[in-house]
């Protein structure tokens, strides 16, 4: 069970839109419609953004979006805002497991 | 609002076992609709799935940590938790406790995290 394998960083302007990959085997994102998108700011804990590749739950704003192709799992955030900047972690069931990405790093310019 | 606190040693010994706890209040721990989950983060680094238990006590543990790990839950207290062997520096890192939902097979509320350290 290798981790899914997500950008060290990327990186964009306010109002600009970004797209964070998350790539993993037929053995997890391939098989399952079941990838979710955390969003971890420091020291915090973990916040759900994402889940079954492209729902949001309550509250989560309708900028951040998800979509699947094959084993690559997408998040895109449109209309970049500064307290968007943080870690972004994807999360694939994988068939009585679960395995994270290991972590993208937005930065918003 | 469902609350999960995580509570234990923060400071561990090589080769001891760790031992923590996730309180959950606010809602019941003995819901058909969830699973319960532990994960890890060491410091700087990603997260990493350790194991998550059903109220019956069904468990699922991560392959390369179920020799050591073992998860236990206690509904009278609406408690469950993690017992972690034989660690080492590697296993240094914050512990979350979260709540898996059955169906969306997603970790969607998480509790604050503790700290432990394996040093001597």
């Known amino acids: 069970q290798s981790a899914l394998t997500q950008p060290a960083s990327v990186s964009g302007s306010p109002g600009q839109s970004i797209t964070i990959s998350c790539t993993g085997t037929?053995?997890?994102?391939?098989?399952?419609?079941?990838v979710s998108w955390y969003q971890q700011h420091p020291g915090k804990a973990p916040k759900l953004m994402i889940y079954?590749?492209?729902k949001r739950p309550s509250g989560v704003s309708n900028r951040f979006s998800g979509s699947k192709s094959g084993n690559t799992a997408s998040l895109t955030i449109s209309g970049l805002q500064a307290e968007d900047e943080a870690d972004y972690y994807c999360?694939?069931?994988?068939?009585?497991?679960?395995?994270f990405g290991g972590g993208t790093k937005l930065t918003v310019l | 609002q469902l609350q999960l606190q995580e509570s234990g040693p923060g400071l561990v010994k090589p080769s001891e076992t760790l031992s923590l706890t996730c309180t959950v209040s606010?809602?019941?721990?003995?819901?058909?609709?969830?699973?319960w989950g532990w994960i890890r983060q060491p410091p700087g680094k990603g997260l990493e799935w350790i194991g998550s238990?059903?109220?019956?006590?069904?468990?699922y543990y991560n392959p390369s940590l179920k020799s050591r790990v073992t998860i236990s839950v206690d509904t009278s207290k609406n408690q469950f938790s993690l017992k972690l062997s034989s660690v080492t520096a590697a296993d240094t890192a914050v512990y979350y406790c979260?709540?898996?939902?059955?169906?969306?097979?997603?970790?969607?509320?998480w509790g604050q995290g503790t700290l432990v350290t394996v040093s001597s």
């Open positions: 979260a709540r898996l939902l059955t169906g969306d097979r997603v970790f969607d509320y």
């Open positions: 606010g809602g019941s721990i003995s819901s058909s609709s969830y699973y």
């Open positions: 238990i059903y109220y019956s006590g069904s468990t």
């Open positions: 037929s053995s997890d994102v391939g098989s399952y419609n079941l």
């Open positions: 079954e590749v492209s």
């Open positions: 999360c694939s069931y994988a068939g009585s497991s679960w395995v």
